[in-house]
């Protein structure tokens, strides 16, 4: 049980006390209705003596009375009606409410934190850490006191409310006060006629009420004198007349009224009548609102409401919400709550006024004409009355019925000693001969011995003398458990426990068994709840004592029946309490009686109670999961805070239902929403200019919350094809966006002269939160912005929102001109929220969604549109819409749920809407730089919902037409790109950048433009090409390109970063221009995807906005076209000197038609070969067919055919040589056909250069080192020399057409294809998946810190220093028969190949002796040295004359000389042997 003002013992004793009665006279009423009081009124707050009292019990032993309490009341012939006592106690309750304002009680019990309302909590709180240490102080320490004041006001009343009952005696008048005003002319008359009327009141028949003690009752006559009108010499002449005729003992004369009202009235005299007159005085047998005795406190009035009005405010009929709890046992409409009518809010507001009214009139001045010395003769007077009137009376009936009893027996005079034999004799139970024994009607006769047994107890229990009193009641409740009088058994029982208790010492335990079966006996047998609630209440109060909660808990439960909800919602809330003060607390089972009380409470009508009781324990269930209990409790709280006019709490409550994983039934979800909507329409109609709240629902993920910033681009139209760009309808790549954010970097860094500025900022079209939104984003005025908002409907209901739009404020700015320092006003459209808001508007115009359906459980999202008209700072606050349910069928689960509902406005019965807002707060990310913020949980901002307004930009809009989806590997296709400025501002330097600049090109800066609309047929081909003759056929045609003029080389250092030709560098706003583009299929087959990104910039600079991008993504599919190998070696012929010192190779070209029929392609021809060098060029083809028909029959693949070609390549001329300085690169066309391509030009020159730069970009990043390296050879780098001597620089490009048969109709496709020669005698393939190969084996782990060292030169590379070559007859004719001997010249030629000079030495001796090795050489041999040494300078060619000798006629190989090398100043280094020539072949014929 909750903690209580007074002590057990204190309550026990205050419960029963000795009644007085008061007869007055109508003068005396006169008297002291001048203090708005009568006698007993006047006389109450001095009814506790504050001085011991003294008496003698039967064995003439002193019995101390302390703190003795009497009770003095008017006469009342009418025993109080039990409705009337609901009533009264029904209010009592009402208005004894937790005071507002007050400190509240936290008690920490485990993971709960119980905070409760208590009016006597002191400010000063200690906290505790041990929650169970902290609940034990709960019951002993004063700072921890939940009290429950209505609780013990509502058990104050009800034992002063009690009836009189013939089976115990302690609420008999034990006297009676005759009371007569001095003023009467004939004061003793008056005493006379008093003392009668008592008389006939006890003893007559005609009233059964009230009841006497004894029939002697002690009459005390008192004359009261009004001192400020009457005469005192005649008022004490009167006493000293009544004292003669009654005794000084028996009479008194009382003076009051020393002052009148009007005089004197700024004294402050203490009022103590307040505190006992706010309690309802139930004896009034006329109790209704207009009694004057009945004064109910205005403090209370004035936060409270009484029970009538809650009815009247009942939400069970036509609040519009129907209660579908129907079958659950906590249900709230209930037939013993009555229902009430709810017309309007209105209503509500009109009961104001009325308890206005109630308070001012309840305030009423009490003892005005009273001073101090008036009070203390008033508390003389009750000590008297107590000490020489009221205790002798007592002590002298105990004495007599002593002596009656013992008398009677004719024994002891003790009653002591006395067995029970004493007491057992002849008595006549009224009752039948045939009536059972054990029936609870039985009645004794007043002059019973069991009763005087009874009289006697209940005397001595009244005067505190406990231990007789228990031995009285201890043997009457043995003969009333003999004769089977149950009744009075009970109560023996009861008084007989509590007599145990309270004995000084505690001679015996407390008999909890008595207090059972009398409560049991009660109940069960006498069918009387008062007494069995009376019986609980004091056992509750002793176990409570004792610590015995768990008892006491049990004991209360056990009380709760369906008579009576408010008693029923008291002890269910007193039982919750003993719950949490024992040792170990039970939370759980205090919230769930607290749950059961407040249930109760809202049956008995006592809605502010139970909105309290439901408070107090959502504190337990909230957060642990027991959803459907928050949800019934939320429920409910929702609908007392609505009945009791606290709108906001109401929406409050309701509002958690919704916003929680709710695991109700879609009918339950259903109902819940209307209740929450018709509340909050109430709230909103109190205040309905004031800020729209927040709506619960739907749901919206902030966090997914997605801002794009761009204009609803064209879709395609016919053969064009719009620039992908950014939208919604895209996926973020965090790849991806790195990968359009390193594009950016690259075209801003060109642009800026190779460095980024500081102040750059990615352009980010899209927000979201993967995104970087640190920075305030960037938007252009007139541009509109989309804000997509996913919403997720938690119900199993659908919901319908209208008029959803945004919400926002602008602070407006000018970026062109300097702020003087004076803002702007922010304007915002919340203001405008309420309505539907306009989408014109002179700043941010705003789209509304008219309706937006969400199905039950579904996650949609709303795209919404904002137009900005100036620049400045846009923030987006939220949305707002109107939340609304979809139109249903008015049965819900066989229930009319709209039934009883007045329409009003929108409220119909096609559903109901509210309108309120949303507002969208993003978390940023959280920061982990610093070490403060890694230990702590910080985030950054997060303003993608902040952007900037900047100044006009241009907007452009890209098209491609004729735009392929498919190529084959390195096939060249013509393609337009048309460029639409939407804006209507210039744009200029239009620039375009992507990662695969092999792929595309828009042609070179001296190229002339392609006309503005493509006309060219379909087999027109891409190249530029020139018809040749026959006699130019396999020979090559030489061009100079510089590489600057195709956007390669030093003069644009940004690989990838095309710059695109607009006439005049500028596009005017609402033009457009188409320009050629050429594409080239990947090396690779599968699918790429290749993005583009085109830069522009406004002709007007802005401080904001510096330039602008577009983003294109192309998906090319490549299929296999050819594959090309090839070869180079050097030539073995030296035709001139030029030869010799220039050098040619031998490339051999290996042509294989890899694809196997796919794209429909029937087959290849090889129509080109091109060279492109800065030191080689093609020189013609060495193929051995002479005719060109045969050439041509031999470029033409089929599927999986192979070709070979060989070429002759020569060093430049010396006039190429000179431009070869100037970097410029020699382009040699070899036509196979007989249409020459001039490589030279775009497009075949443009992916030339570009596939280049590619693969040396490529080179670069996985070497770490720059690919080109300085061809000035260095004396003391032997590495480098021995390199340069293997290096080749020659690029073959392979042009090819294809045939395609495609819809019956012949297409010819047309094509390129790279091979780069770097290396003597390494073959080198077109494909790339050997280049990967190689590249990963590249993959290598080194330590940086060292430098890798040079690599000494290979035996391989060594042995190509010097080059040989054998010039000789091809047949020698020799007469053997006239000389045996058959001499023949030779010339051997070297040539140094190297910078560098060169020690040779020629061996010529044959060194196998084999057979087999001498059939090969053939018998031969060399005349003159075997072995000769020569030093060649650099690119040295030395002539050496040989002789050999032949013995017979026959063919041999004269390859024989071995020739070793190394460099002059390598003395280290070892000859190594040099590559043999080809075999030479001689025939020498005999004549």
């Known amino acids: 049980m909750a903690q209580c003002l007074q002590s057990v013992q204190e309550f026990i004793q205050d419960s029963f006390v000795p009644m007085v009665a008061v007869l007055c006279s109508e003068d005396a009423e006169k ?96 906290w505790y850490n041990n929650w169970k240490e902290s609940l034990m102080e709960l019951s002993t320490s004063k700072f921890f006191t939940a009290t429950t004041p209505w609780f013990e006001a509502y058990r104050e009343n009800f034992f002063q409310s009690m009836p009189a009952s013939d089976h115990e005696f302690l609420n008999h008048y034990l006297a009676c006060m005759l009371v007569v005003s001095s003023r009467e002319a004939e004061p003793v008359e008056q005493f006379l006629k008093l003392s009668q009327e008592q008389h006939q009141i006890q003893h007559s028949n005609e009233y059964s009420y009230p009841k006497w003690f004894i029939p002697n009752t002690l009459k005390y006559y008192v004359l009261l004198h009004d001192i400020s009108e009457g005469d005192e010499q005649r008022a004490d002449s009167v006493y000293e007349e009544m004292k003669q005729r009654y005794g000084t003992q028996g009479c008194y004369l009382l003076k009051i009224n020393s002052r009148s009202s009007a005089i004197g009235s700024d004294e402050q005299i203490p009022d103590p009548w307040s505190q006992y007159l706010q309690k309802i005085n139930f004896q009034n047998q006329d109790f209704n609102d207009e009694s004057p005795s009945v004064v109910i406190n205005s403090k209370n009035i004035e936060n409270s409401i009484n029970a009538e009005e809650a009815d009247e405010l009942d939400f069970s009929s036509k609040d519009g919400v129907p209660n579908n709890f129907k079958a659950h046992p906590l249900q709230l409409d209930h037939p013993s709550d009555p229902g009430g009518h709810l017309d309007s809010l209105e209503a509500l507001k009109c009961t104001a006024p009325v308890s206005e009214a109630k308070k001012q009139t309840s305030v009423t001045t009490h003892g005005a004409c009273l001073t101090l010395n008036d009070h203390d003769r008033i508390r003389q007077f009750i000590q008297e009355f107590t000490f020489r009137g009221l205790l002798p009376h007592i002590e002298k009936t105990i004495r007599q019925l002593n002596d009656q009893l013992v008398s009677r027996k004719g024994l002891s005079r003790s009653l002591f000693s006395a067995t029970k034999k004493w007491f057992s004799g002849s008595k006549v139970p009224e009752k039948s001969i045939n009536e059972p024994k054990n029936t609870a009607g039985l009645l004794y006769p007043p002059e019973a011995p069991e009763l005087q047994i009874r009289k006697m107890a209940d005397l001595c229990f009244l005067v505190q003398h406990y231990d007789l009193a228990y031995s009285c009641y201890h043997t009457a409740k043995k003969d009333f458990l003999n004769d089977q009088a149950m009744l009075y058994a009970a109560g023996a029982l009861e008084m007989a426990a509590i007599s145990a208790f309270l004995q000084p010492g505690a001679p015996r335990p407390y008999p909890a068994h008595y207090m059972d079966t009398a409560i049991q006996t009660y109940k069960d047998m006498c069918k009387n709840m008062v007494l069995a609630e009376r019986c609980a209440l004091l056992s509750a109060e002793v176990l409570k004592s004792q610590t015995k909660y768990s008892e006491a808990a049990t004991l209360l439960i056990r009380m709760t029946s369906e008579d009576s909800d408010l008693r029923s919602a008291l002890l269910l809330e007193q039982a919750a309490h003993c719950f949490i003060n024992m040792r170990s607390p039970m939370v759980r089972k205090f919230a769930f009686h607290m749950i059961l009380a407040g249930h109760r409470y809202s049956k008995a009508g006592q809605k502010r109670h139970a909105l309290r009781c439901y408070c107090q324990a959502m504190q337990v269930y909230k957060g642990k999961g027991w959803s459907l209990a928050e949800d019934h409790i939320n429920f409910t709280i929702g609908r007392q805070s609505f009945t009791l006019r606290q709108l906001e709490n109401a929406v409050s409550a309701f509002r958690h239902i919704l916003i929680n994983d709710s695991k109700q039934t879609a009918s339950q979800q259903g109902t819940f929403l209307r209740e929450y909507l018709y509340v909050y329409k109430s709230v909103s109609q109190l205040s309905p200019e004031g800020p729209l709240p927040q709506l619960p629902l739907p749901c919206i993920e902030s966090s997914a919350t997605r801002v794009f910033f761009g204009h609803d681009r064209r879709l395609a139209e016919g053969v064009k094809q719009a620039a992908t760009h950014v939208s919604l309808d895209q996926e973020f790549d965090r790849d991806l966006s790195q990968q359009w954010k390193e594009l950016e970097e690259q075209v801003v860094a060109i642009v800026n002269r190779g460095a980024v500025p500081v102040n750059f900022q990615p352009t980010q079209y899209c927000l979201n939160s993967q995104t970087d939104n640190l920075r305030f984003p960037m938007a252009v005025v007139e541009e509109p912005i989309i804000v997509e908002v996913v919403f997720k409907n938690p119900l199993k209901v659908p919901l319908v929102l209208t008029d959803l739009s945004l919400l926002w404020k602008f602070q407006p700015k000018d970026f062109c001109r300097l702020q003087n320092g004076e803002a702007k006003e922010v304007i915002s459209n919340e203001k405008d929220a309420h309505m539907k808001p306009m989408v014109k508007n002179d700043v941010i115009g705003t789209e509304v969604i008219p309706e937006f359906n969400m199905s039950h459980e579904e996650t949609k999202v709303a795209r919404l549109k904002l137009f900005p008209h100036q620049t400045g700072e846009l923030h987006i606050l939220g949305v707002v819409y109107n939340l609304g349910t979809i139109p249903s069928p008015n049965m819900v689960d066989g229930i009319d749920s709209f039934a009883g509902i007045q329409t009003e406005g929108n409220l119909t019965s096609n559903g109901m809407s509210v309108r309120g807002r949303q507002d969208l707060e993003i978390q940023g990310p959280r920061l982990n730089n610093t070490k403060e913020e890694k230990t702590s949980v910080k985030h950054g901002p997060d303003r993608r919902l902040d952007p900037v307004i900047t100044p006009p930009m241009p907007l452009l809009e890209v098209f491609f037409i004729n735009f392929p989806t498919g190529l084959l590997c390195g096939e060249i296709r013509k393609a337009y790109v048309e460029f639409v400025n939407v804006s209507k501002v210039p744009l200029n330097a239009l620039k375009v950048v992507s990662k695969h600049p092999e792929f595309f090109t828009f042609g070179s800066h001296s190229a002339p433009l392609t006309p503005l609309s493509p006309t060219a047929s379909e087999n027109c081909s891409a190249y530029k090409t020139v018809v040749s003759d026959s006699s130019s056929a396999c020979t090559a045609t030489t061009s100079l390109v510089s590489p600057v003029d195709f956007g390669v080389g030093c003069d644009n250092p940004g690989l990838g970063v095309v710059d695109i030709p607009l006439p005049d560098s500028v596009l005017l706003p609402g033009t457009s221009i188409q320009l050629p583009m050429w594409l080239r299929g990947p090396d690779k087959e599968g699918v790429h995807e290749i993005n583009f990104l085109f830069y522009y910039k406004s002709t007007e600079s802005t401080s904001k906005l510096s330039h602008r991008v577009l983003r294109h993504t192309a998906v090319i599919c490549t299929s296999r076209s050819l594959s090309v190998r090839a070869t180079v070696c050097r030539s073995n012929t030296f035709q001139d000197d030029d030869d010799g010192r220039n050098g040619n190779m031998l490339v051999f070209v290996d042509v294989e038609n890899i694809n196997t029929n796919e794209a429909g392609v029937r087959e290849f021809h090889i129509v080109q070969v091109s060279s492109s060098s800065k030191h080689w060029r093609l020189q013609k083809c060495i193929n051995p067919c002479e005719d060109k028909v045969c050439v041509l029959t031999d470029a033409k693949l089929s599927s999986r055919e192979r070709g070979k070609l060989c070429f002759r390549a020569t060093k430049c001329k010396s006039q190429e040589a000179t431009s070869s300085a100037l970097g410029k690169y020699t382009f040699t066309d070899i036509n196979l056909g007989n249409e020459q391509i001039i490589s030279a030009t775009t497009p075949c020159a443009d992916f030339f250069f570009r596939s280049c730069q590619s693969t040396e970009s490529k080179k670069t990043v996985l070497s770490g080192q720059p690919a080109h390296v300085s061809s000035r050879w260095q004396s003391n780098d032997v590495t480098k020399v021995v390199r340069n001597c293997n290096e080749v620089d020659l690029n073959i490009i392979v042009l090819w057409k294809a045939y395609v048969v495609e819809d019956n109709k012949q297409l010819i496709l047309e094509g390129q294809l790279h091979v780069a020669l770097q290396t003597i005698g390494n073959e080198v393939c077109s494909l790339s998946q050997k280049q990967e190969a190689q590249e990963m084996v590249l993959l290598k782990f080194i330590r940086p810190e060292q430098p890798p060292s040079l690599a000494r030169p290979s035996m391989e590379q060594l042995s190509h220093l010097i080059k040989t070559s054998l010039r000789y007859p091809e047949s020698y004719d020799h007469p053997f028969l006239q000389k045996s001997l058959c001499m023949v010249p030779v010339t051997l030629t070297l040539s140094n190949c190297s910078l560098a000079g060169v020690d040779v030495i020629i061996d010529l001796r044959h060194k196998a002796t084999s057979p087999e090795t001498l059939e090969v050489h053939g018998s031969f041999t060399w005349l003159g040295k075997t072995q000769y040494k ?36 390598q003395g280290s280094m070892c000859e190594t042997s040099q590559q043999n020539s080809m075999p030479a072949l001689i025939i020498i014929n005999s004549v």
């Open 1430 to 1465: 020569l030093q060649l300078k650099a690119q040295e060619i030395q002539k050496l004359q040989l002789k050999a000798c032949f013995i017979h006629a026959g063919v041999y190989n004269l390859g024989t000389p071995r020739v070793f090398a190394k460099l002059t100043d």
């Open 31 to 126: 008297v002291t209705r001048k203090n708005n009081l009568n006698f007993s009124e006047l006389v109450r707050p001095f009814c506790r003596l504050t001085s011991e009292g003294h008496m003698r019990d039967p064995n003439n032993q002193i019995q101390v009375i302390k703190n003795l309490k009497i009770n003095i009341s008017n006469i009342v012939t009418q025993p109080p009606q039990p409705t009337v006592i609901r009533k009264m106690l029904s209010e009592v309750v009402s208005v004894s409410q937790p005071a507002d304002g007050l400190v509240a009680n936290v008690i920490t019990a485990g993971d709960y934190d119980l905070n409760i309302s208590d009016r006597s909590i002191k400010a000063s709180v200690p």
